[in-house]
T-cell receptor, first 115, second 110 residues
Framework: NAGVTQTPKFQVLKTGQSMTLQCAQD?????MSWYRQDPGMGLRLIHY???????DQGEVPNGYNVSRSTTEDFPLRLLSAAPSQTSVYFC??????????????FGAGTRLSVL | SQQGEEDPQALSIQEGENATMNCSYK?????LQWYRQNSGRGLVHLIL?????REKHSGRLRVTLDTSKKSSSLLITASRAADTASYFC??????????FGTGTRLKVLA
């Protein structure tokens, strides 16, 4: 049982490049989300999904796309990388979004630098 | 803007002392959760309190919730050096989103 797995752990991009950050969970969780963490800013929600085929925007969605074709996977796509997207990205999942016991499990993070 | 706002931003105490962190939020919630983040790592869930609960305990942790004031507090008793980390509150709002605050950086000195 691996939990939430994020790949890659580190990535360096040039401005304008595109890439996909991968997130997979093996706990059959319905709810998945992506956050970015910048120094002194805490975690900010980018996109989230309450189940396969359903996604919605969080606080800072611009410049990012997501899709949820399966319960297990929730990839985050950077369309045209910008230096402002330099950050640490965390993926998280929880069993349910409608109950009171919706504890989130986090991946180890992806450290992204955009030059 | 952040939904959860922790206070203080940083806290330094001696081992064995108690540490108290506060959280304020803005909208109605289903529950509120506290998480810990060790430097450079992912967040780990500590405790969840439902909107109809006022206090909850888990080991050395005590959480209170005041929905009328839209605030919560986390108390860590008898702190240890291993408690050194950042602590975040995460109100889970009625639109099914977690909105984390900026966190409290706790340093426990041995």
């Amino acid at each position: 049982n691996a939990g939430v797995t994020q790949t890659p752990k580190f990535q360096v991009l040039k401005t304008g490049q595109s890439m996909t950050l991968q997130c997979a969970q093996d706990m059959n969780h319905e709810y998945m989300s992506w956050y970015r963490q910048d120094p002194g800013m805490g975690l900010r929600l980018i996109h989230y999904s309450v189940g396969a085929g359903i996604t919605d925007q969080g606080e800072v969605p611009n410049g990012y796309n997501v899709s949820r074709s399966t319960t297990e996977d929730f990839p985050l796509r950077l369309l045209s990388a910008a230096p402002s997207q330099t950050s640490v990205y965390f993926c998280a999942s929880s069993r349910d979004w409608g109950l009171a016991k919706n504890i989130q499990y986090f991946g180890a993070g992806t450290r992204l630098s955009v030059l | 803007s952040q939904q959860g706002e922790e206070d203080p931003q940083a806290l330094s105490i001696q081992e064995g002392e108690n540490a108290t962190m506060n959280c304020s939020y803005k909208t109605s919630i289903n529950n509120l959760q506290w998480y810990r983040q060790n430097s450079g790592r992912g967040l780990v869930h500590l405790i969840l309190i439902r909107s109809n609960e006022r206090e909850k305990h888990s080991g050395r942790l005590r959480v209170t919730l005041d929905t009328s004031k839209k605030s919560s507090s986390l108390l860590i008793t008898a702190s240890r050096a291993a408690d050194t980390a950042s602590y975040f509150c995460a109100p889970f709002d009625r639109t099914y989103k977690y909105i984390f605050g900026t966190g409290t950086r706790l340093k426990v000195l041995a």
